[in-house]
């Protein structure tokens, strides 16, 4: 059998208000009219025109009523099919000279004026005359029903008089069988058709396909129903009495004709079984119907690939087929493919350069899979998914997968252009009955974007490990909001020691998680989140609230010492938060701190390529005396003649550099280089700090080239702020 094709409607546009329904009587009154006009020829109502034509009139409010509903709902044309089959309009001409009426006229003479555009409302118009034909139909066949149990009472009724009156039951039961609008058959116990009426000579397609004399086992259908032969044999044995299935028959011409077909056993006055009364009502039509609406309803409407709905399902059959006894579950493979910078296509050509894209990828895609195993089908925007099933399934799925990156190496040819199309794909395979559909996907999807995050135009294989800190960091990420709300944050501080004397003259301030499952989380652990999230905003205000408020509790604890000043990270986000200065100074103002006791650290990569407009927030923070210093110094490829233009008084070397003077003796290359950064930045009139310092070797190397401050695990780790001053002086490294 064909399937109709795919006819896709326009998603309707949630953010639009209900529309009222604004049409007046009198074009109700010419759409009924027209209508009237198009039916009545072939109804077989008692009414008179002008009384049939009155008849549609509240039918016709009611589909415009259904026309501008919001939210749309199509039922109420259902309804209205019910209806016309109410009023007769039942011959085989009704219902299409119904559709083509509504199709026509309903728009013309109902419009939805502003509230909807002209694809919106077309697509509801055609929705309308789904739902219409599908209430016509089952009336329809509510309505034959009622005539088949009638006709089956006839028939039994007539049998069981055919001892007392055998003359006058015949001839009832011949008028029955021989007027009847559904086919009626009627085979012995050995299965030879006996007798059927015109009707069912009709469907099978009239005199020249004669079914007199055949067997019924020779009628039978590749696509029937796997319970027939049982319930047949049931029937025949006199175990069973009726049954009824749909079934499909091959009609003279070759095509498929499909009934509801309705078998009861005629016994005779003994009661054994004597023939079977067969009665079929003809609902190749409805199946059509029901067919094209189940392919447009599993189907993408742009690609025409098996969409979301249908891939799901295939999913589940493959996760469900779990074997039994000794057989091994059956495995299945899964290629979750994104195209990679499709969103520039889009947005530098146009989403209908996008949508040829998208179809021409669709059909590379299709041809790749070939194997009847192998299942493409597209999920939505540029994601497309393969399945595949067999006991090879991870072998099949990397052959498939290569093949579908080698089909899109070729650029795609749209409008005199040549796009070159690349893609990352992520593989998952497994054995039924491990995973649920919502794991397999959750697996593909991580597994995808590790292979772009990798460069992209490739594929990679699902990873346990990768996926469990892929969803870590999911779980952190959905929990950082109320982190904050529920004061999970808290900070550490390290201490600055100036190197020619080991007194402390600042801290870093180090923000940290307490994480209720997981404990304290360092920041390397949530600051990245909290970059990708836009939290950082508000955490960075809070660590500096925080940290200024430290600062001047300090001040008023080192009477005759000299001032501790702290310093705090900001991240690349927060310098492009345009209220960076504002809330700096207001924080200061706040916690009565003096802008020389802050230091604010940015890193060396944040400012690498910054313009003066970027750089403006860091030059007014300085003018007003806040110290800026360059963190991670020597990382980020910078030329150093670039340290000239920046607001920074303070070069922080990384830990990278001092490493080798950890142990004695120190590595010649290493001191070289310090010494040359060393002597830069005081030229640049620039003090200098070395983070990471864990040996009193490495500080004594430090004092002597002329660094200024130190950190790290040789003076102390971080820690609260009542344990500034505590310095350890312990070799971190032994």
Same mark, same amino acid.
């Given at each position: 059998?064909?399937?109709?094709?795919?006819?896709?409607?326009?998603?309707?546009?949630?953010?639009?208000?209900?529309?009222?329904? @604004?049409?007046?009587?009198?074009?109700?009154?010419?759409?009924?009219?027209?209508?009237?006009?198009?039916?009545?020829?072939?109804?077989?109502?008692?009414?008179?025109?002008?009384?049939?034509?009155?008849?549609?009139?509240?039918?016709?409010?009611?589909?415009?009523?259904?026309?501008?509903?919001?939210?749309?709902?199509?039922?109420?044309?259902?309804?209205?099919?019910?209806?016309?089959?109410?009023?007769?309009?039942?011959?085989?001409?009704?219902?299409?000279?119904?559709?083509?009426?509504?199709?026509?006229?309903?728009?013309?003479?109902?419009?939805?004026?502003?509230?909807?555009?002209?694809?919106?409302?077309?697509?509801?118009?055609?929705?309308?005359?789904?739902?219409?034909?599908?209430?016509?139909?089952?009336?329809?066949?509510?309505?034959?029903?009622?005539?088949?149990?009638?006709?089956?009472?006839? %028939?039994?009724?007539?049998?069981?008089?055919?001892?007392?009156?055998?003359?006058?039951?015949? %001839?009832?039961?011949?008028?029955?069988?021989?007027?009847?609008?559904?086919?009626?058959?009627?085979?012995?116990?050995?299965?030879?058709?006996?007798?059927?009426?015109?009707?069912?000579?009709?469907?099978?397609?009239?005199?020249?396909?004669?079914?007199?004399?055949?067997?019924?086992?020779?009628?039978?259908?590749?696509?029937?129903? @796997?319970?027939?032969?049982?319930?047949?044999?049931?029937?025949?044995?006199?175990?069973?009495?009726?049954?009824?299935?749909?079934?499909?028959?091959?009609?003279?011409?070759?095509?498929?004709?499909?009934?509801?077909?309705?078998?009861?056993?005629?016994?005779?006055?003994?009661?054994?079984?004597?023939?079977?009364?067969?009665?079929?009502?003809?609902?190749?039509?409805?199946?059509?119907?029901?067919?094209?609406?189940?392919?447009?309803?599993?189907?993408?409407?742009?690609?025409?690939?098996?969409?979301?709905?249908?891939?799901?399902?295939?999913?589940?059959?493959?996760?469900?087929?779990?074997?039994?006894?000794?057989?091994?579950?059956?495995?299945?493979?899964?290629?979750?493919?994104?195209?990679?910078?499709?969103?520039?296509?889009?947005?530098?050509?146009?989403?209908?350069?996008?949508?040829?894209?998208?179809?021409?990828?669709?059909?590379?895609?299709?041809?790749?899979?070939?194997?009847?195993?192998?299942?493409?089908?597209?999920?939505?925007?540029?994601?497309?998914?393969?399945?595949?099933?067999? @006991?090879?399934?991870?072998?099949?799925?990397?052959?498939?997968?290569?093949?579908?990156?080698?089909?899109?190496?070729?650029?795609?040819?749209?409008?005199?252009?040549?796009?070159?199309?690349?893609?990352?794909?992520?593989?998952?395979?497994?054995?039924?009955?491990?995973?649920?559909?919502?794991?397999?996907?959750?697996?593909?999807?991580?597994?995808?974007?590790?292979?772009?995050? %990798?460069?992209?135009?490739?594929?990679?294989?699902?990873?346990?490990?990768?996926?469990?800190?892929?969803?870590?960091?999911?779980?952190?990420?959905?929990?950082?909001?109320?982190?904050?709300?529920?004061?999970?944050?808290?900070?550490?501080?390290?201490?600055?020691?100036?190197?020619?004397?080991?007194?402390?003259?600042?801290?870093?301030?180090?923000?940290?998680?307490?994480?209720?499952?997981?404990?304290?989380?360092?920041?390397?652990?949530?600051?990245?989140?909290?970059?990708?999230?836009?939290?950082?905003? @508000?955490?960075?205000?809070?660590?500096?609230?925080?940290?200024?408020?430290?600062?001047?509790?300090?001040?008023?604890?080192?009477?005759?010492?000299?001032?501790?000043?702290?310093?705090?990270?900001?991240?690349?986000?927060?310098?492009?938060?345009?209220?960076?200065?504002?809330?700096?100074?207001?924080?200061?103002?706040?916690?009565?701190?003096?802008?020389?006791?802050?230091?604010?650290?940015?890193?060396?990569?944040?400012?690498?390529?910054?313009?003066?407009?970027?750089?403006?927030?860091?030059?007014?923070?300085?003018?007003?005396?806040?110290?800026?210093?360059?963190?991670?110094?020597?990382?980020?490829?910078?030329?150093? %003649?670039?340290?000239?233009?920046?607001?920074?008084?303070?070069?922080?070397?990384?830990?990278?550099?001092?490493?080798?003077?950890?142990?004695?003796?120190?590595?010649?290359?290493?001191?070289?280089?310090?010494?040359?950064?060393?002597?830069?930045?005081?030229?640049?009139?620039?003090?200098?700090?070395?983070?990471?310092?864990?040996?009193?070797?490495?500080?004594?190397?430090?004092?002597?080239?002329?660094?200024?401050?130190?950190?790290?695990?040789?003076?102390?780790?971080?820690?609260?702020?009542?344990?500034?001053?505590?310095?350890?002086?312990?070799?971190?490294?032994?």
């Amino acid at each position: 059998m064909r399937a109709a094709a795919p006819s896709g409607a326009p998603a309707q546009s949630p953010a639009r208000p209900p529309a009222r329904h @604004p049409v007046r009587d009198d074009s109700l009154r010419r759409f009924a009219a027209l209508w009237s006009r198009a039916i009545y020829p072939v109804s077989a109502t008692q009414m008179s025109r002008a009384e049939f034509e009155e008849h549609l009139v509240p039918l016709a409010d009611r589909l415009a009523a259904a026309l501008h509903t919001w939210p749309f709902d199509p039922e109420p044309a259902a309804e209205v099919g019910a209806a016309l089959v109410r009023a007769h309009c039942t011959d085989p001409e009704s219902l299409p000279k119904v559709l083509g009426a509504v199709d026509s006229y309903l728009l013309v003479y109902c419009p939805p004026g502003g509230a909807l555009t002209d694809t919106e409302a077309r697509a509801r118009c055609a929705r309308l005359q789904h739902s219409l034909s599908a209430g016509f139909a089952q009336a329809l066949r509510e309505r034959a029903l009622a005539e088949q149990e009638a006709l089956s009472r006839a %028939a039994l009724a007539a049998q069981q008089e055919t001892e007392k009156a055998l003359h006058t039951s015949e %001839a009832r039961f011949r008028a029955v069988f021989e007027g009847a609008a559904i086919g009626v058959g009627i085979a012995d116990v050995d299965g030879r058709i006996v007798d059927v009426n015109d009707a069912l000579a009709r469907m099978f397609g009239g005199p020249g396909y004669d079914v007199m004399g055949r067997n019924v086992d020779d009628l039978a259908h590749p696509e029937d129903n @796997p319970e027939i032969p049982g319930m047949y044999s049931e029937l025949i044995r006199g175990d069973r009495d009726y049954y009824r299935v749909e079934k499909p028959y091959y009609r003279g011409d070759g095509s498929v004709l499909w009934t509801d077909l309705s078998v009861a056993l005629l016994r005779d006055s003994h009661g054994k079984p004597q023939y079977q009364l067969a009665l079929m009502e003809d609902i190749t039509e409805r199946r059509l119907l029901h067919e094209r609406l189940r392919y447009e309803a599993t189907h993408d409407a742009l690609t025409g690939l098996p969409n979301r709905t249908l891939f799901f399902e295939n999913l589940d059959r493959a996760l469900a087929a779990t074997g039994g006894g000794d057989v091994a579950p059956a495995r299945f493979g899964l290629c979750y493919l994104d195209l990679d910078g499709f969103k520039s296509v889009n947005d530098s050509l146009g989403h209908a350069v996008g949508d040829e894209l998208l179809v021409a990828v669709a059909e590379r895609l299709r041809s790749c899979a070939t194997a009847p195993a192998e299942l493409v089908a597209r999920l939505g925007g540029d994601e497309f998914v393969a399945l595949l099933t067999g @006991p090879t399934a991870q072998a099949d799925a990397i052959s498939l997968a290569r093949r579908m990156l080698a089909a899109l190496s070729r650029p795609i040819r749209l409008d005199d252009r040549d796009l070159s199309v690349r893609a990352s794909i992520g593989i998952v395979e497994g054995a039924a009955g491990e995973f649920d559909a919502a794991e397999v996907l959750r697996s593909a999807d991580i597994t995808m974007y590790r292979a772009k995050a %990798a460069g992209g135009n490739r594929y990679e294989l699902a990873d346990a490990d990768s996926d469990a800190r892929v969803i870590a960091r999911h779980s952190l990420t959905n929990r950082l909001p109320a982190a904050l709300d529920n004061s999970e944050f808290f900070i550490e501080y390290q201490p600055l020691v100036r190197l020619t004397d080991d007194t402390v003259r600042g801290a870093e301030a180090l923000v940290r998680w307490l994480h209720p499952v997981h404990g304290v989380l360092g920041p390397d652990q949530f600051i990245p989140l909290a970059e990708s999230t836009g939290l950082i905003v @508000p955490l960075g205000r809070w660590v500096l609230e925080e940290s200024a408020r430290q600062a001047r509790a300090w001040q008023q604890e080192t009477a005759g010492r000299p001032p501790v000043r702290v310093n705090v990270n900001l991240s690349p986000s927060q310098l492009r938060y345009p209220f960076l200065v504002a809330d700096t100074v207001a924080i200061l103002e706040n916690a009565g701190l003096e802008p020389s006791a802050l230091c604010l650290e940015v890193t060396e990569n944040a400012l690498i390529g910054a313009d003066e407009e970027e750089l403006r927030p860091l030059r007014q923070l300085a003018d007003m005396g806040v110290d800026i210093a360059l963190d991670d110094f020597g990382t980020g490829y910078s030329n150093l %003649a670039y340290l000239r233009r920046l607001p920074v008084s303070t070069l922080k070397l990384d830990r990278s550099f001092t490493r080798g003077m950890q142990r004695a003796p120190a590595d010649p290359v290493d001191v070289k280089i310090v010494e040359g950064i060393v002597s830069l930045a005081h030229t640049l009139d620039l003090s200098v700090t070395v983070e990471g310092v864990e040996t009193g070797n490495q500080a004594e190397h430090l004092r002597i080239l002329g660094c200024d401050t130190a950190q790290g695990w040789y003076y102390a780790r971080p820690g609260p702020p009542e344990r500034l001053r505590t310095l350890s002086l312990v070799d971190a490294a032994s």
